[in-house]
């Protein structure tokens, strides 16, 4: 056992736990053609390789694969992304919520650039789960305030 933090699965059901979900997804990187709305089956979901801030690392890092899902979506916006080309890289900044005629509201996917998603939903039902083993990474993130 290498003592590493075990893999993610975390629910948000309130705004406070969406806010833990977009620290654990700070960063992460998708191509646009692993954003999925399921109009029919009332889910978006997004396959991206997240950069693992809890598992700690000065200079390097580790990427998971991770899949986030969203429940009870009625609608999805897309502003500033090029759903045109499929093999473009977004990354994640945040993730929040918005709060309309409760339950429900909108979660906010905002990206690097400029690019948003704005996600209807009836109520707050997010799921994060890593799906795959973590590998190291040579670049860690960086950010300037």
């Known amino acids: 056992m290498t003592g590493a933090p075990s893999a993610l699965r975390l629910l948000a059901q309130d705004p406070d736990d969406l806010a833990v979900i977009s ?17 029919h089956g009332r889910t978006l979901t997004l396959a991206c390789n ?7 690392g000065k200079k390097a890092g580790e990427r998971v694969r991770s899949a986030l899902q969203l429940g009870d979506v009625s609608g999805v916006q897309a502003r500033n992304l090029r759903r045109d080309a499929k093999a473009a890289i977004v990354e994640l900044l945040a993730v929040s919520f918005e709060p309309g005629e ?44």
């Open 23 to 39: 620290a654990a997804l700070q960063d992460a990187v998708a191509k646009i053609g692993d954003i999925h709305w399921d109009a």
């Open 102 to 145: 409760a339950p429900g509201g909108t979660v906010m996917l905002t990206f690097a650039g400029g690019g948003d998603l704005r996600v209807s939903v009836d109520c707050l039902d997010v799921v994060l789960a890593d799906v795959s083993e973590p590998w190291s990474t040579p670049r860690r993130p960086g950010h300037t305030d």
């Open 50 to 56: 997240r950069f693992r801030w809890e598992a700690g």
